[in-house]
């Protein structure tokens, strides 16, 4: 069984679950992490970073790093005029896409906040 690792949920927990202290959080995010992790036989981190952090829980389980990000050139810009028309959005309207998983550590809201001040 292989799985892959994305999150560091020790510095996420506290948001989900807030009336548990921090220390406390993360000494059961790094437990159950690590217990996870060492029952399969490979592990997929997206960056050196979360390979080093993986390590440092005390993961023994054999880790690969494996980018998940794509190479700009990838993407087709598409027709942006047709894309408003289907959509139904002004020509002069700003408009802001957001690609990605909704959740707090995503933090969404401070990409609105910047974008209304920067607007």
Do not use: W
């Amino acid at each position: 069984c292989v799985a892959t690792y994305h999150t560091f949920f020790e510095e996420y927990l506290h948001h989900y679950v807030p009336v548990l202290p921090r220390r406390i959080g993360r000494f059961l995010a790094r437990t159950f992490t690590r217990s996870q992790c060492d029952d399969v036989q490979a592990l997929i981190a997206p960056s050196d970073p979360m390979r080093d952090v993986l390590l440092e829980y005390g993961v023994s389980t054999p880790i690969h790093v494996l980018p998940t990000g794509l190479p700009a050139d990838r993407f087709n810009p598409g027709i942006a005029e047709r894309f408003r028309t289907d959509a139904r959005i002004p020509a002069g309207r700003p408009l802001v896409t957001y690609v990605g998983r909704v959740a707090h550590e995503k933090n969404i809201e401070f990409l609105v906040k910047v974008f209304v001040e920067v607007r």
